[in-house]
């Protein structure tokens, strides 16, 4: 399903209705297919924020014990980086999407959801001592962005989260983890994102 652009609100507003309409009444299964249905038809990267709170909520729901442990049968149409194991983690899930909300994305490219994985060149290159690093992200997934040194040793880690669909651009400023000023040389940063992994050198010169 991709919404088109004159019933975009219309569409997104009636089904997130529909939704709350069900979860009302119990039919849980029809709320959460119906976001999950919304979730890939091309949102905002603010809109895809919504709906992946919405499904999350609605998870917190299928806890029908006192364990905390949700219900995973009920759970197998759920994008896997939006599948809470228990309600303390549907928290954690829910705290992770609010920290993103309205971050990420330029308005400019809000409104367009990336088709495919991509990660990009990284600019200025060579550069000192800031760089810009874009990503591709067409699905919500967990991603993880590290930077190593030319001997495979990990210097630090930019990204380790779950992200929305969209475009992304994240800066390194040549610090390691501990946050020490790294030496000129050759580096490598890395995307893991499900199942996609690429990877691209970068020169620091001092």
């Known amino acids: 399903m991709q919404l088109q652009p004159q019933d975009y609100s219309t569409t997104l507003?009636?089904?997130?209705?529909?939704?709350?309409?069900?979860?009302?009444r119990d039919s849980l299964a029809h709320a959460l297919g119906l976001c999950t249905n919304l979730l890939t038809s091309g949102l905002t990267f603010n809109d895809s924020i919504l709906v992946a709170l919405d499904i999350?909520?609605?998870q917190m729901l299928l806890d029908s014990s006192e364990s905390g442990n949700l219900d995973a049968d009920a759970l197998s149409g759920v994008p896997f980086p939006l599948r809470a194991r228990s309600v303390q983690h549907a928290i954690n899930l829910q705290r992770q999407l609010l920290g993103v909300y309205g971050t990420g994305i330029n308005a400019a490219s809000r409104s367009v959801i990336p088709s495919t994985y991509r990660l990009y060149?990284?600019?200025?290159?060579p550069f000192n001592p800031n760089t810009e690093i874009q990503f591709d992200l067409p699905e919500m997934v967990k991603v993880q962005i590290k930077i190593f040194n030319t001997l495979g040793q990990e210097v630090t880690t930019l990204v380790d989260e779950v992200r929305p669909a969209g475009a992304y651009r994240i800066l390194w400023d040549s610090?390691?983890?501990?946050?020490?000023?790294?030496?000129?040389?050759?580096?490598?940063?890395q995307i893991k994102a499900g199942n996609f992994?690429?990877?691209?050198?970068?020169?620091?010169?001092?």
């Not at 060149?121 to 290159?125: A, D, E, L, T």
């Not at 610090?175 to 940063?189: C, D, I, L, N, P």
């Not at 992994?197 to 001092?206: A, E, N, Q, T």
């Open 13 to 24: 507003r009636g089904n997130r209705l529909l939704a709350a309409y069900y979860t009302d």
């Open 121 to 125: 060149q990284n600019y200025p290159n």
């Open 175 to 189: 610090k390691s983890a501990s946050g020490v000023t790294v030496a000129s040389g050759v580096y490598v940063y």
């Open 197 to 206: 992994v690429d990877s691209k050198k970068m020169v620091l010169i001092r």
């Open 56 to 58: 999350v909520g609605i």
